[in-house]
């Protein structure tokens, strides 16, 4: 079965402190897609990165960073030095196989406070 | 940058009315999705189309029929409304590539069946 767990439902941190969002995935496919977006207040999803199985490299995006580890089935997110504007819902999603049709299968969301 | 647009974006029906939610996208994409947000259940995917003329079911399409005439619209029906179908839905659009590729979102329609 293909599956997306993201553990944590909520987070409160306060500005400044770095942070990390967690998803560990379930497929039996080699191939497969990874993707984090973002839901902000205003409702809309954001996309963040899209990593494919056979690409274990970290990322890292400005105060973003995405840790890949297929040992552990997992794809987790860090903010660092979170600001307000960080506060959303964050999800992670899974798309599997390679003839695929995109179909993203996601996880249950994080909702991530960040305090002033 | 129209992107996705979604019609209407808040909506109230009673119990057994009926409804199309209209998505329409301006970027050509080939593929199309439909999916449902409910609280603590992430997105969930309605139903799917990978071109015009063509539609199969996801993870949760019971009570939701679909249509894809043409290939920048995309259009999600409710026939008998159900308390149960009160979600936030969206519409989202994608083209193949190597692998997949990243989906694009519209801005939600919030249907509340009472």
């Known amino acids: 079965a293909q599956k997306v767990t993201q553990a944590q439902t909520e987070i409160s941190v306060v500005e400044k402190e770095d942070v990390t969002l967690d998803c560990v995935y379930e497929t039996r496919d080699t191939t497969y897609y990874l993707f984090w977006y973002k839901q902000p207040p205003s409702g809309e999803l954001v996309f963040l990165i899209r990593r494919n199985s056979f690409d274990e490299q970290n990322e890292i995006s400005g105060r973003y960073s995405w840790n890949f580890q297929k040992s552990t089935s997992s794809f987790n997110f860090t903010i660092t030095a979170s600001q307000v504007v960080d506060s959303a819902v964050y999800f992670c999603?899974?798309?599997?196989?390679?003839?695929?049709?995109?179909?993203?299968?996601f996880g249950q969301g994080t909702t991530l406070q960040v305090k002033p | 940058n129209a992107g996705v647009t979604q019609t209407p974006k808040f909506r109230v029906l009673k119990t057994g009315q009926s409804m199309t939610l209209l998505c329409a996208q301006d970027m050509n994409h080939e593929y199309m999705y439909w999916y449902r947000q409910d609280p603590g259940m992430g997105l969930r995917l309605i139903h799917y189309?990978?071109?015009?003329?063509?539609?199969a079911k996801g993870e949760v399409p019971d009570g939701y029929n679909v249509s894809r005439l043409k290939k920048q619209n995309f259009l999600l029906g409710l026939e008998s409304a159900a308390p149960s179908q009160t979600s936030v839905y969206f519409c989202?659009?994608?083209?193949?590539?190597?692998?997949?590729?990243?989906?694009?979102f519209g801005q939600g329609t919030r249907l509340t069946v009472v």
């Open positions: 989202a659009s994608s083209r193949p590539g190597t692998g997949a590729t990243e989906a694009f």
């Open positions: 189309s990978v071109g015009e003329g063509t539609t």
């Open positions: 999603a899974l798309v599997h196989g390679s003839g695929n049709t995109g179909k993203l299968i």
